[in-house]
Nanobody
């Protein structure tokens, strides 16, 4: 079992930055594909960024490409999401997710992930 706890959300003005962290416990994350998802009110939970076990492969949704950076520190058992040039449309609850895999690839669908954090609210004001 892996427990995931997100932190770093908050209220920020448009154009600002936030760094989300997802601290894992229970297992080391070096054998897990991980991702950040977000869910805005009334909308489906969607992938924002995903990363392979080694961090050698990453994926970004078109809406965040060039503004967000996903990274991981396996030694610290932590996943990160650096969010720059934030827009009001980025307002959502952000979740980290993990699934143990045996290759070095990322996963993009929410039903492919076994473990989820409780979420952290990000609100971007215009």
């Amino acid at each position: 079992q892996v427990q995931l706890v997100e932190s770093g959300g908050g209220l920020v003005q448009a154009g600002g930055s936030l760094r989300l962290s997802c601290a894992a416990s229970g297992r080391t994350i070096n054998s897990y594909a991980m991702a950040w998802f977000r869910q805005a009110p009334g909308k489906q939970r969607q992938v924002v960024a995903a990363i392979s076990r080694s961090a050698g492969r990453t994926y970004y949704a078109d809406s965040v490409k060039g503004r967000f950076t996903i990274s991981r520190d396996n030694a610290k058992n932590t996943l990160y999401l650096q969010m720059n040039s934030l827009k009001p449309d980025d307002t959502a609850v952000y979740y980290c997710a993990a699934r143990q895999i045996w290759g070095d690839y990322f996963l993009l669908r929410k039903n492919e992930y076994d473990y989820w954090g409780q979420g952290t609210q990000v609100t971007v004001s215009s």
